[in-house]
T-cell receptor
Framework: QKEVEQDPGPLSVPEGAIVSLNCTYSNSAFQYFMWYRQYSRKGPELLMYTYSSGNKEDGRFTAQVDKSSKYISLFIRDSQPSDSATYLCAMSDILTGGGNKLTFGTGTQLKVEL | EPEVTQTPSHQVTQMGQEVILRCVPISNHLYFYWYRQILGQKVEFLVSFYNNEISEKSEIFDDQFSVERPDGSNFTLKIRSTKLEDSAMYFC??????????????FGPGTRLTVL
């Protein structure tokens, strides 16, 4: 079983739609969860990070973590064509001396159509 | 806004040659990382570096790879004898490594390495 599973898509939605992106994971040691956005041939750009179970909102983006189900989600409200990108979930276990490796999902390719 | 920078953006090399990829992390960050992404695959951790030494490395990071912080601003990844399968995007990242807080890593734009 892969440590982090993410549907690669592609996912195509009309402008203004609510987008739901998801990842599941198997390693119960993961405590920190991030969502990155990656445009073609560019570096991952941090969107959201969460630590605890529950929801965290930032503008049109909401990150949700359910540690009991080992399931995380990213919701995008009022999606725009500029949201078209690949969305990567990433996670790491508890910090020891500070800093830690991230384990990424494969990324979901999203296209928001006009 | 501070950002991680990487040079060159694209490096083409012959198999067996040595390459050095360069990164300038965000200035107040203490942890530095290299990741790679083979075309069409996921981003994979290579190595983390803290206090002038490797703190963790993956199975990919074998004896052909080395990292160095030659001065107060640069962080480099050297591949001693490149192989065809080393062709990938290489991303540098850095983080503040605040004790008791999330290790939020910020990525550079990447160096595309092509080995012929």
């Amino acid at each position: 079983q892969k440590e982090v599973e993410q549907d690669p898509g592609p996912l195509s939605v009309p402008e203004g739609a609510i987008v739901s992106l998801n990842c599941t994971y198997s390693n119960s040691a993961f405590q920190y969860f991030m969502w990155y956005r990656q445009y073609s041939r560019k570096g991952p750009e941090l969107l959201m990070y969460t630590y605890s179970s529950g929801n965290k909102e930032d503008g049109r983006f909401t990150a949700q973590v359910d540690k009991s189900s080992k399931y995380i989600s990213l919701f995008i409200r009022d999606s725009q064509p500029s949201d078209s990108a690949t969305y990567l979930c990433a996670m790491s276990d508890i910090l020891t001396g500070g800093g830690n490796k991230l384990t990424f999902g494969t990324g979901t390719q999203l296209k928001v159509e006009l | 806004e501070p950002e991680v920078t990487q040079t060159p953006s694209h490096q083409v090399t012959q198999m067996g040659q040595e390459v050095i990829l360069r990164c300038v992390p965000i200035s107040n960050h203490l942890y530095f990382y290299w990741y790679r992404q083979i075309l069409g695959q996921k981003v994979e951790f290579l190595v983390s570096f803290y206090n002038n030494e490797i703190s963790e490395k993956s199975e990919i990071f074998d004896d052909q790879f080395s990292v160095e912080r030659p001065d107060g601003s640069n962080f480099t990844l050297k591949i001693r004898s490149t192989k065809l399968e080393d062709s990938a995007m290489y991303f540098c990242a850095s983080s503040e490594a605040r004790q008791g807080g999330a290790d939020t890593q910020y990525f550079g734009p990447g160096t595309r390495l092509t080995v012929l």
